[in-house]
Nanobody
Framework: QVQLVESGGGLVQPGGSLRLSCEASGNIASIGTMTWYRQVSGKQRRDLVAQITHAGNTIYAESTRGRFTISRDSAKKMLSLQMNNLEPEDTAVYYC?????????????WGQGTQVTVSS
């Protein structure tokens, strides 16, 4: 199993920057694709923000492309999200997710989330 802990959220003014981190522990070698999602207060849906595969290929939501950058270290222990030029619409709880495969079993693990608030 894989455990994830996010950090780095907070309050920032529009146009500012934040860097989110997601530290993985447990069976790290089993981790494949890792993804950042966000959930706006009052909504049940979690929207994809950015994703990075085991090979390092990335995809971004249209609303974050060019402003956000997802990265991971080679040991797959740390996932990061650099967020620049933040907008009030980016306010949400941000979650990281890791897809894993081990011994014929597979699944996804989620972190507990970190709040990002963009406001003047």
């Amino acid at each position: 199993q894989v455990q994830l802990v996010e950090s780095g959220g907070g309050l920032v003014q529009p146009g500012g920057s934040l860097r989110l981190s997601c530290e993985a522990s447990g069976n790290i070698a089993s981790i494949g694709t890792m993804t950042w999602y966000r959930q706006v207060s009052g909504k049940q849906r979690r929207d994809l923000v950015a994703q990075i595969t085991h090979a390092g290929n990335t995809i971004y939501a249209e609303s974050t492309r060019g402003r956000f950058t997802i990265s991971r270290d080679s040991a797959k222990k740390m996932l990061s999200l650099q967020m620049n030029n933040l907008e009030p619409e980016d306010t949400a709880v941000y979650y990281c997710k890791a897809d894993w495969w081990s011994g014929g079993d597979s699944g996804s693990s989620w972190g507990q989330g970190t709040q990002v608030t963009v406001s003047s």
